[in-house]
């Protein structure tokens, strides 16, 4: 069996497909992992790496003394798989394979992933022969044509790829534990120190301070405005910008008729067409389309393995001779660009342009084959059309312009006016993307006077460099030898999502300063590009087997050595620098109650809340959700009414929350809340919100609210008091949402939320009233009836919890009640102490006090007590009766019946009902007990 290795599903899905031509493709699934057989072939796809580099076992306490962050770089490193079905697939299919071709992407990391994949298969199957198939587009010529000249795997190649991955792994784990640690940050707050991304992190910070540093210079503009044939002309002052203000008054003071035109030059422009993309070319282009450098490159990948274009990640710019150009065209005709294409055909320049970078591996980015805009869907069409009008403008004659410049003087002062006109739209007829401006100028001749119609004088400032944006960034890279033509995207993606810059264009957060700026003071080989740079001339020279990769390893080890002798002496000062400059990140704005900075305190369990930096004088705080909902972060925007740092909850996969103001977004949440009191009124609100009491709580406490609204003490009073009942009121909805949470189980459909509000409109705002509610309603509501019965009890059940305990009877005891079936307070207080006693283990003492309890809590009189002795007393008188069993005397302890006095005066019916007693039987008991009493009287008389 032949077995093919691509790599990723969807390419094995197409090569399978190429190569099957007219024979049937079987599409099978082995552990969810599809795999295409066709003839005697097996194609799988990999997933990218399957492995990845980790250190061996014993590194991963961060805080462990031995293996410290410095340990790290001489750490020996392991291959763990992380594609674990893909592995075992592999190994099954490569059992009985004799022939193995690795179909990875042609590239380094593409090389690595095949020789990973060799290995994988070497391992189960020593013998196998394993070739290799290249291609750089997944197109039926170039894949018929890689699979029949296959060559060997380039070990040189891969290896270069290793040493990066293990100069990567090292440099990055030791220095990102070891700053975090400096900083004492943990958990999702680590701070991630990388070989190419600090660096680049560095150079937008410093363009950062240079913007910031700049100081802006005044300079004026002095242009005039003529007209020729009707038209408009404004020529500007040979003197571009005068940089001081009397000059320019002064020339503009002298500017006067007559003007007259002192030269007319005529000349030809060629605007050369442009060059074929290589990534970063194609990033910039993207990005004028609005396209992030990521989400450009991820869909340049997926157009590349559906077969729409050749390979994206490419260094070249200079089509190779094998690259059948003509025959692209052919295969791009029918498409909506027909009319381009033959317009391309009938004017082709000689030669296509080529770019100053050529290399051997890839050809520049150029269409694959022909698709149309219904099967590619809007995103995809955008980058497709992007590279296929790239591709014919390279094709195509340059444009040609006729330009004029006409010089003028004015009472001396000399003026110029440029015009240009395209003749020859050349390429620009196939490239529209950026627009040719025109600027036609009137006939003019030298000589000439001319009518002057305005001057004007305008002040202008200079402005900082720009911020880099994306692609602008990655051009900056890609000088700065930072990265590759595959990572530098992700580079940048990393860096947003690290937190350390942000916005469009890139700016650095106060984080990603810290950082950079610690760095940069006590190791700055870390955010220079020298390092990085160094490194990719020594991945060039193991590809070109000048050196092999465990002696660059070794050598980056030395650095990072080196690196960690400076860290480490000054370990305290890194920490202590990042953390000063971090809190700033913290601080929201003035405190509404005494204007000092508010503050988002984040404490260890999820807890975070807004608090006051003047606390405990001030107590102002604003609660926040749990960080499970995301970490409290503020951002750029600041409320134009409290002047607070708008909050934003950050989580990690998911969208951020945007909280806003967090003091409107506190007033707005408790609106609600306020509008509950019977006596509230719009106004009174507002005069709240200027006296900061924002929440029912803050009403109910409030101390001056007399003054506040300017009502009388006693209405002050009433509003307090209603305050407090809303907030009790609260507190209950609150308990009571909270179960009916948890007693429903999540539904498709049914919110919980919509329930409750249901509940509460019929009336049901506690658990007390959820825990009599009528079946009927709960149904009424969408509560299925097998859910309405655990509901209620469970709230029965915490109700007659929460009347114990405010009865006061401590928890331990209820538990105990609990457990002995006596679940509310109607049974506490109807069954008899003494059974009570004797069912739970308390003492009769106890439970008796428990029992008083209860019964004044609710306003009833509480029964008798008894002393221990009492009772042992009247066991004792009643086990004496004969034919009185043990059985018997507990049915009578729980009807109350504890000695023969009670015993006598019952009704002999009445207590065979409650004890299940025979009637006949307590007779006996009575006529004994009769017999006795009438016997002690005799004795008394006796006596
Ligand atoms: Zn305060
Ligand atoms: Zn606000």
């Known amino acids: ?283 910039v282009a993207s990005a004028r389309l609005g396209f992030s450098a990521a989400r450009a490159m991820r869909v340049a990948e997926d157009l590349y393995m559906n077969g729409y274009i050749s390979y994206p990640r490419t260094d070249n710019t200079v089509y190779p001779t094998s690259l059948d150009l003509t025959g692209i065209l052919r295969t791009l005709r029918p498409t909506e660009f027909e009319q381009e294409i033959d317009w391309v055909m009938a004017n082709r320049r000689p030669v296509p342009t080529r770019g100053k970078k050529s290399s051997t591996d890839h050809p520049p980015i150029h269409p694959a084959s022909a698709a149309t805009r219904q099967s590619l869907g809007d995103e995809r069409w955008k980058i497709y059309e992007l590279v296929v009008r790239r591709f014919l403008a390279t094709l195509s004659p340059d444009a040609r312009w006729r330009t004029m410049k006409v010089t003028f003087d004015a009472g001396g002062e000399p003026f110029a006016a440029t015009g240009g006109q395209l003749i020859e739209p050349g390429w620009r007829r196939v490239y529209p993307y950026s627009s040719a401006k025109e600027y036609l100028l009137p006939a003019m001749t030298a000589g000439e006077r001319l009518p002057l119609r305005e001057v004007s004088l305008e002040e202008k400032e200079t402005q900082p460099p720009p911020r880099y944006s994306q692609s602008k960034l990655i051009q900056q890279m890609e000088e700065q030898g930072l990265g590759t033509k595959s990572t530098r995207h992700e580079v940048i993606q990393k860096l947003i999502s690290r937190k350390y810059v942000e916005g469009n264009p890139l700016r650095p957060t106060l984080v990603g300063r810290a950082v950079t700026e610690s760095l940069e003071n006590h190791a700055d080989t870390i955010t220079r590009p020298a390092m990085t740079r160094t490194l990719e001339e020594h991945m060039q020279q ?248 655990s509901l209620l009890l469970e709230a029965q059940m915490v109700e007659n919890d929460r009347v114990l305990r405010a009865a006061g009877i401590p928890a331990a005891s209820i538990r105990k009640y609990l457990g002995a079936g006596i679940v509310s307070p109607d049974d506490l207080l109807s069954i008899p102490p003494a059974s009570l006693a004797e069912r739970t283990g308390l003492s009769l003492a106890t439970v008796q006090r428990h029992v008083d309890m209860m019964a004044r809590s609710r306003g009833e009189t509480p029964p008798p007590r008894y002393t221990k002795a009492q009772v042992r007393k009247g066991e004792k008188e009643l086990r004496s009766v004969p034919g009185l069993t043990s059985t018997a005397l507990g049915k009578l302890r729980d009807a109350g019946v504890i000695n023969g006095t009670l015993l006598l005066a019952g009704d002999p019916g009445a207590l065979a009902g409650r004890t299940g007693i025979p009637e006949e039987k307590i007779r006996n008991f009575q006529a004994v007990l009769r017999e006795r009493a009438k016997k002690k009287n005799d004795e008394i008389i006796v006596i």
């Not at 020729?228 to 000059?247: I, L, N, P, S, Y």
């Open 542 to 789: 193991i590809k070109e087997k000048m050196r092999s990769g465990k002696d660059v390893v070794s050598e980056s080890r030395g650095m990072l050595h080196a690196v960690f002798d400076q860290l480490e002496a000054h370990c305290h000062e890194i920490g202590n620098e990042i953390m000063e400059q971090t809190a700033e990140e913290l601080i929201l704005g003035p405190c509404p109650v005494c204007s000092r900075d508010l503050r988002i305190r984040h404490l260890r369990n999820q807890t975070q809340f807004i608090g006051c930096s003047n606390y405990p004088e001030c107590s102002f705080n604003i609660g926040l959700p749990m960080a499970m909902w995301g970490r409290a972060l503020r951002t750029d925007s600041i409320c134009q009414i409290h002047g607070l740092h708008h909050v934003r909850l950050v989580r990690k996969g998911s969208r951020p929350w945007e909280i806003g103001c967090p003091l409107c977004h506190h007033i707005e949440s408790n609106r609600e809340a306020l509008s509950l009191v019977p006596s509230m009124t719009p106004g009174f609100q507002q005069a709240l919100t200027s006296a900061h009491i924002y929440t029912i709580s803050e009403l109910a406490h409030a101390e001056n609210l007399g003054e506040i609204l300017g009502i009388s003490p006693g209405e002050a009073g009433k509003i307090r008091e209603e305050a407090g009942g809303v907030l009790g009121l609260l507190r209950r909805r609150s308990e009571c949402r909270k179960l009916v949470r948890r007693m429903l189980a999540p539904k498709k459909g049914r919110s919980p939320a919509k329930i409750i509000k249901k509940l509460q409109e019929a009336g049901i705002n506690d658990i007390a009233a959820l825990g009599q509610a009528d079946p009927a309603l709960l149904k009424k509501v969408g509560i299925m009836d097998s859910e309405a019965e």
């Open 1 to 283: 069996m032949h077995l093919i290795v691509a790599e990723k599903n969807i390419s094995a899905h197409r090569i399978a497909a190429i190569l099957a031509g007219k024979e049937k493709l079987l599409v099978s699934r082995d552990a969810g992992v599809p795999v295409y057989r066709f003839n005697e072939c097996a194609a799988i796809g990999l997933r990218g790496h399957v492995v990845e580099i980790d250190f061996e076992e014993g590194y991963t306490d961060w805080r462990s003394r031995e293996k410290t962050p410095r340990s790290l770089i001489d750490a020996r490193t392991i291959k763990v798989p992380t594609e674990k079905k893909i592995v075992l697939l592999l190994q099954k299919l490569s059992r009985s394979a004799d022939r193995v071709t690795i179909a990875t992407d042609y590239d380094t990391e593409g090389e690595l992933i095949g020789k990973e994949a060799f290995e994988l298969i070497r391992q189960v199957n020593p013998g196998v022969s394993v070739d290799r198939a290249r291609f750089s587009a997944i197109t039926p010529d170039e894949i018929r044509h890689a699979f029949g000249a296959t060559t060997a795997i380039d070990f040189d190649l891969a290896a270069a790829g290793e040493a990066r991955q293990v100069i990567d792994l090292m440099w990055g784990a030791s220095l990102t534990r070891f700053i975090s640690l400096a900083a004492r940050r943990g958990g999702a707050n680590i701070l991630s120190v990388g070989r190419v991304q600090s660096p680049t992190l560095a150079m937008i910070v410093d363009r950062e301070k240079e913007i910031e540093a700049f100081v802006s210079q005044m300079y004026w503009e002095l242009s005039l405005l003529t007209e020729k044939d009707g038209e408009v002309v404004q020529a500007r002052h040979q003197t571009a910008r005068f940089c001081e203000k009397a000059a320019a008054v002064a020339a503009r003071d002298r500017t006067t008729e007559p003007l007259v035109v002192t030269d007319v030059k005529e000349g030809n422009k060629t605007e050369r067409a442009p060059v074929p993309f290589d990534t970063t070319g194609f990033i």
